[in-house]
């Protein structure tokens, strides 16, 4: 699948970075400089080329497998936060806010449910929440997505959030 983009401002950037990346970083450069990045005229979403999000290197590229905008923004020492679409780098952290009575939000920090994608759930859940790499890493998510958590809830939420899960 592609990346579903936030935007004209999430598609304008995306576009923007994509034309700076280098051919020997992008695996489908070449697709990309011919047909563009963008599914449709509509800028909504990143292409599909050979089954996946146009910017995926794929294992065994010479330049690094992954995403060609993560690793980009690694090689320029900048977060991948800033250079990746947002529902990339968000997942696979699903935030709930809800408008309590004093007019302010409260989030909920979740992770993604087949039921959160709609019509796109079996295709969307398996790749990004319930395959067997999903929420692995070396240590709690808390922690291993601290910049992402950041981002999307705010560093006083985070903080709670921190707090609330010490042992």
Known sequence: MGADLDG?????????????L???RFEY??????????AD?????TRVVNGACIFLNRAGFAGGAGCALHLAAL???????DWKPSVCWQLPIKVDWELVGDGTEAATVRGW???DWG?????MAWCCTEGTRAYVGDGPVVESMAAELTAIVGPEVYGELRRRLEP
């Open 8 to 20: 004209e401002d999430e598609a304008r950037l995306i576009s923007a970075l994509a034309a700076t």
């Open 113 to 115: 449910t087949r039921a």
């Open 75 to 81: 090689d320029c020492g900048e977060s991948p936060i």
């Open 41 to 45: 005229a509509t800028r909504g979403s």
């Open 119 to 123: 019509a796109e759930g079996e295709a």
């Open 29 to 38: 450069h070449a697709e990309a400089a011919e047909g563009g990045v963008f």
């Open 22 to 24: 280098d051919p020997s």
